[in-house]
């Protein structure tokens, strides 16, 4: 058995627990020999070049990841070559407020784990995310790991006819000569007559955009809108997520009307424009509606507890995250 190292610096403890269930090799580059921070039982190759890199990903049966960089090809090399990913859970979430790499960054982002999206769009058992602090878990998961064995594993997304079919949709649908629609003043809205633009989907509290309403040319088209309120302090990218759906910010110019709030029953005292990231969002406290004055602050990311914020959840395709069922 073999494992692939990454990131081990102060992770002793836990390559422990690994070396007594199987080999570890690392590639952790260092001028003189042996780098003095890997242990002396860690095989370590020094920097390879990308076809040996390959052969020992191939060989090794466990890839693990121990908190950094963030979101790098590496995880995704390993499982296209048959690796299980075992990655470190982020509690609480990696942020611009709790961490050095984020901070003072222009970025309300929440990052959950090493790699977010081999977290939730692959998942087990080519990726498990665990609590690396709980050793008796990180214990565990190895020994799960150990009983199983997995197929090499490319997302539909990251093959060459994915990445074709996401520049063909891209090229084909986005039009960046047309001016878009202008927003709405305060208290009114860009649509001429009721009724509410939203309707309930079948079984759902999640709203769609009413296919009788007359509307503006838009890719994603308005048939992947899907708008609901998150909860206080939940972010859009949050909320979206819980209902099995994606943030969308191309989506929000049309749901930053009025409409949207009674739509989804929140009942305003007052509506306002101000420019804040947060915003359309609603305030149960003053019972007071925010809509976004400026449209380059749209951001699926960032948090209050004062407010609900109204998001634009899209459906996707499977295996292809950045297209809509739609989209094609």
């Given at each position: 058995?073999?494992?692939?190292?990454?990131?081990?610096?102060?992770?002793?403890?836990?390559?422990?627990?690994?070396?007594?269930?199987?080999?570890?090799?690392?590639?952790?580059?260092?001028?003189?020999?042996?780098?003095?921070?890997?242990?002396?039982?860690?095989?370590?190759?020094?920097?390879?070049?990308?076809?040996?890199?390959?052969?020992?990903?191939?060989?090794?049966?466990?890839?693990?990841?121990?908190?950094?960089?963030?979101?790098?090809?590496?995880?995704?090399?390993?499982?296209?070559?048959?690796?299980?990913?075992?990655?470190?859970?982020?509690?609480?979430?990696?942020?611009?407020?709790?961490?050095?790499?984020?901070?003072?960054?222009?970025?309300?982002?929440?990052?959950?784990?090493?790699?977010p999206y081999a977290e939730q769009y692959i998942g087990r058992p080519h990726v498990?995310?665990?609590?690396?602090?709980?050793?008796?878990?990180?214990?565990?998961?190895?020994?799960?790991?150990?009983?199983?064995?997995?197929?090499?594993?490319?997302?539909?997304?990251?093959?060459?006819?994915?990445?074709?079919?996401?520049?063909?949709?891209?090229?084909?649908?986005?039009?960046?000569?047309?001016?878009?629609?202008?927003?709405?003043?305060?208290?009114?809205?860009?649509?001429?007559?009721?009724?509410?633009?939203?309707?309930?989907?079948?079984?759902?509290?999640?709203?769609?955009?009413?296919?009788?309403?007359?509307?503006?040319?838009?890719?994603?088209?308005?048939?992947?809108?899907?708008?609901?309120?998150?909860?206080?302090?939940?972010?859009?990218?949050?909320?979206?997520?819980?209902?099995?759906?994606i943030c969308e910010p191309a989506l929000y110019r049309f749901i930053n009307i009025?409409?949207?709030?009674?739509?989804?029953?929140?009942?305003?005292?007052?509506?306002?424009?101000?420019?804040?990231?947060?915003?359309?969002?609603?305030?149960?406290?003053?019972?007071?509606?925010?809509?976004?004055?400026?449209?380059?602050?749209?951001?699926?990311?960032?948090?209050?507890?004062?407010?609900?914020?109204?998001?634009?959840?899209?459906?996707?395709?499977n295996g292809q995250v950045a297209l809509c069922r739609d989209c094609l």
């Amino acid at each position: 058995m073999q494992n692939n190292l990454s990131k081990q610096q102060g992770k002793e403890k836990f390559l422990a627990i690994l070396n007594r269930h199987m080999e570890i090799h690392g590639t952790v580059y260092y001028e003189a020999q042996r780098p003095p921070e890997v242990p002396a039982f860690v095989k370590n190759h020094g920097l390879l070049p990308q076809p040996e890199l390959q052969q020992l990903l191939r060989k090794a049966k466990l890839f693990i990841g121990f908190g950094f960089p963030y979101e790098g090809p590496a995880p995704l090399e390993a499982i296209a070559n048959g690796c299980i990913f075992l990655q470190p859970k982020f509690n609480p979430p990696h942020s611009s407020l709790n961490h050095d790499f984020f901070r003072g960054k222009p970025t309300s982002r929440k990052v959950s784990s090493q790699h977010p999206y081999a977290e939730q769009y692959i998942g087990r058992p080519h990726v498990i995310t665990i609590d690396f602090n709980n050793s008796e878990e990180f214990d565990a998961a190895i020994r799960e790991i150990m009983r199983i064995n997995v197929e090499p594993f490319l997302p539909y997304e990251y093959t060459c006819e994915g990445m074709l079919e996401r520049v063909h949709a891209y090229i084909q649908n986005q039009d960046f000569c047309s001016p878009e629609a202008p927003f709405p003043p305060v208290n009114s809205s860009w649509l001429s007559s009721p009724p509410s633009p939203f309707v309930l989907l079948p079984d759902s509290s999640i709203l769609t955009w009413a296919s009788n309403t007359s509307s503006c040319p838009s890719w994603p088209p308005l048939s992947a809108l899907r708008l609901l309120a998150s909860l206080e302090g939940q972010s859009c990218v949050t909320a979206c997520q819980s209902a099995g759906l994606i943030c969308e910010p191309a989506l929000y110019r049309f749901i930053n009307i009025k409409e949207a709030f009674s739509a989804l029953d929140l009942q305003c005292d007052g509506v306002e424009s101000e420019m804040n990231h947060l915003f359309p969002a609603f305030s149960a406290e003053h019972a007071e509606c925010s809509l976004q004055q400026d449209p380059l602050l749209f951001s699926c990311a960032g948090s209050s507890a004062k407010y609900q914020r109204l998001c634009p959840c899209r459906d996707y395709r499977n295996g292809q995250v950045a297209l809509c069922r739609d989209c094609l």
